[in-house]
């Protein structure tokens, strides 16, 4: 990857994806690209699923699945770089807050200088959910959105996240 602000980022398209597996909160899709992870994406209840269609998607699934046993494993297949560097240094503090814990957008902005807003696109913008736990930052009045989503699906996914790591 030599422009790392290219992040794809499709929530609702299976086109491209090297594996779609069963997670307990739904389908979860892997893009990858050589030995990176391209990108990690929530989909919609009935999407089929897809065996791993190369040995990064094969890691990355075995991996993910893991995470379920053991959701404080390192992940160990590297992740494609990208983003901006302000996307890349939320995602970082994301990365910081422990499991069971959550911290608010306005939290996170004021402890890098920034926007709740701006905070929450980068939320929205995350290429690696899980990975990098954007459930983990909420609103001040309550759960927030979830990946560009204010309701539906996407937010008992993220219902189900928190509580499974015991921070509801």
């Known amino acids: ?4 602000e290219d992040c794809v980022h499709a929530i609702d398209t299976t086109g491209g994806l090297d594996a779609v597996i069963a997670l307990p909160f739904g389908p979860f899709g892997i893009r990858s690209e ?12 009935g999407t089929p699923l897809l065996d791993p269609q190369n040995a990064t998607a094969g890691a ?8 379920i046993d053991d ?3 390192p992940f160990p297949v590297p992740l494609a770089p990208c983003g901006t560097a302000f996307r890349q240094r939320v995602w970082a503090a994301i990365r910081a807050i422990p499991r ?11 402890s890098l200088g920034s926007a709740p807003r701006a905070v929450g696109q980068a939320c929205g913008a ?12 909420t ?4 759960l927030g ?8 699906w996407l937010l008992d996914v993220k219902r189900w996240l928190l509580a499974f790591e015991g921070a509801l």
């Open 1 to 4: 990857m030599t422009n790392t």
């Open 34 to 45: 050589g030995e990176f992870i391209r990108e990690l994406v929530f989909l919609p209840p």
């Open 60 to 67: 990355a699934a075995h991996a993910l699945r893991g995470w």
């Open 71 to 73: 959701p404080d494993a």
């Open 100 to 110: 069971g814990q959550t911290t608010t957008y306005g939290e996170l902005a004021t």
């Open 126 to 137: 995350n290429p690696f959910p899980l990975i990098v736990p954007c459930h983990r930052v």
């Open 139 to 142: 609103s001040a009045a309550g």
């Open 145 to 152: 959105g979830f990946a560009n989503a204010r309701s539906g």
